[in-house]
């Protein structure tokens, strides 16, 4: 690992101005940045760390319903926040599907939020990668890619964005908070992260310096929390990342459902929202035509990379799974293989 | 003069001089501490041998940087036994064959006691694994590694729930 300068800032202001010269990088619980260090695919110059910053780790309910997410919460943390459970299980279950129990005690929200592509040849010093790289080319693009994106890519890149929290958040309509040289402001979750495109290597709208104070979720998003489900496939029962994963959250009312939010992990670089399947289910019956009619238009537009194929059928599955999964309720505790659709769950459309 | 940090480690209170950043709390137990039952097996996050206690949490102390934890109050598999009397964990890990090898077994245990810990796992069998899916096992001593934590987890969470009661 290149060496570094390590600076802890009092405050969040301090931070930013020790962020904001070339080759900073800010650091929480490490987990994915050390990680990347060791592998020699970052090199920050300066660490500025954050895990001291006062008020960015709690949990607040808002006056009007919603809830503010300090970026320093532990994945573990918010999960087992009983309040924070019952109101947004599918973000809860997404949560405890990632990583390892000993992952979850340290990473943090913002960092969940922020980290990088699992792609090998992004990890892989001796391979190109327009992301590390800009120009040099990308190895996947004609090397062991069937676990890459099938949404959203382009040649230049077609690694994908591997959190599981950001694919409810995301379909939830959760806000991120972002302090930075120009002050305080707020971006979508959904506009957070950028597709590919000519410029792999831009992966986010945060300009250098600008930190993740929080996550919020607005007004009205626990009002899905009756039928809300999180479905991953992985290629272990548990602790891997997500080949598909799929994020479903109904409102119900007599028979009809009054509203729809449907996301998607692990088939692009960002956690894709699948805005036109949500207009297809709304007012709908939540039956198995209706869920397998808006999978397809949410998938209208896939397109293999490479020898992945398949995941474009898996995610079609998947969401049908996960929206009948959802339809049948949320369970009264969270399954204890969390978010796998090998977990047996009465009313579940196994063979979908 | 090099930056200190200050770390409770097995209860002892420590101040070391941190002359590079790049130490991280599985380095600095092995390597300056001498501390040698954390085992560095991966050392990226994939295995869990590393596993220790800190401030009561099971992390991964190959990914945690040793300044960025100044403070700290840790627990590693020096610090579980009295004595010479075993920790009821380790002899269970003894009594249900829960290792071959034994490389993995510090950062099972401390990852165990974590799970116990957290509450979270009930006396479930399938809540375990998934619990303890965090560290592996080459060996695949895996079937007596879930039934010393079980029988580990309701005999302590038994003990706790009395004393509160």
């Keep these: 690992m290149k060496s570094f300068e390590y600076v802890r800032p009092a405050s969040v202001a301090e931070a930013i101005i020790a962020a904001s010269q070339p080759g900073a990088a800010y650091l929480a619980a490490g987990t994915n940045l050390l990680d990347l260090m060791k592998a020699g695919v970052c090199r920050p110059h300066r660490l500025v760390d954050v895990t001291r910053l006062p008020g960015l780790d709690r949990i607040e309910p808002l006056a009007d319903g919603g809830v503010r997410i300090g970026a320093l919460v532990r994945n573990a943390d918010l999960a087992h926040d009983t309040a924070f459970a019952r109101a947004y299980p599918a973000v809860a279950e997404a949560l405890l599907s990632g990583a390892s129990a000993q992952l979850r005690n340290a990473a943090t929200v913002g960092g969940n939020v922020l980290q990088r592509t699992r792609c090998a040849y992004f990890y892989d010093v001796a391979s190109p990668c327009n992301k590390r790289e800009p120009g040099i080319g990308c190895g996947a693009r004609h090397g062991e890619n069937r676990l890459h994106a099938v949404l959203g890519w382009s040649d230049a890149c077609i690694a994908t964005h591997p959190s599981d929290f950001c694919v409810p958040l995301v379909a939830l309509d959760a806000v991120v908070e972002i302090e930075g040289a120009g002050g305080r402001r707020e971006v979508r979750l959904e506009d957070l992260h950028l597709l590919p495109g000519a410029a792999p290597a831009v992966e986010t709208v945060l300009a250098p310096g600008d930190l993740l104070t929080a996550v919020r979720l607005p007004a009205g998003a626990n009002s899905l929390s009756r039928h809300a489900r999180y479905l991953k496939v992985r290629e272990r029962t548990s602790y891997a990342f997500a080949v598909v994963s799929a994020a479903a959250c109904l409102s119900i009312d007599r028979g009809r459902m009054v509203e729809a939010r449907l996301a998607l992990g692990g088939v692009a670089a960002k956690p894709w929202r699948a805005r036109d399947a949500e207009a297809m289910l709304a007012g709908g019956a939540p039956n198995s035509a209706n869920f397998r009619r808006a999978a397809d238009a949410a998938l209208a537009d896939a397109k293999a990379s490479g020898d992945n194929e398949f995941k474009i059928e898996l995610a079609r599955r998947i969401m049908v799974r996960a929206l009948a999964l959802a339809a049948a309720g949320t369970p009264e505790r969270i399954p204890a293989l969390p978010a796998s659709p090998f977990a047996t769950q009465p009313g579940a459309l196994l063979d979908a | ?165």
């Design chain 2, 1 to 165: 003069m090099h930056p200190c940090i200050s770390l409770t480690i097995n209860g002892v209170q420590r101040v070391i001089e941190l002359a590079d950043p790049r130490v991280t709390l599985l380095d600095l137990l092995r390597e300056r501490l001498h501390l040698t039952g954390t085992k560095k097996g991966c050392d990226r996050g994939q295995c869990g041998a590393c596993t220790i206690l800190v401030d009561g949490r099971r992390i991964n102390s190959c990914l945690a940087l040793a300044v960025s934890h100044d403070g700290a109050d840790i627990t590693t598999i020096e610090g579980i036994a009295r004595g010479e009397e075993l920790h009821p964990l380790q002899a269970a890990f003894i009594a249900h064959d829960g290792f071959q090898c034994g490389f993995c077994t510090p950062g099972q245990i401390m990852s165990a006691l974590g799970l116990i810990n957290e509450g979270q796992a009930g006396g479930d069998a399938e809540r375990i694994r998934e619990g303890m899916s965090g560290n592996l096992c080459r060996c695949g001593a895996y079937a007596g590694i879930t039934e010393a934590v079980l029988e580990q987890h309701n005999k302590l969470t038994e003990a706790k729930e009395k004393r509160v009661a």
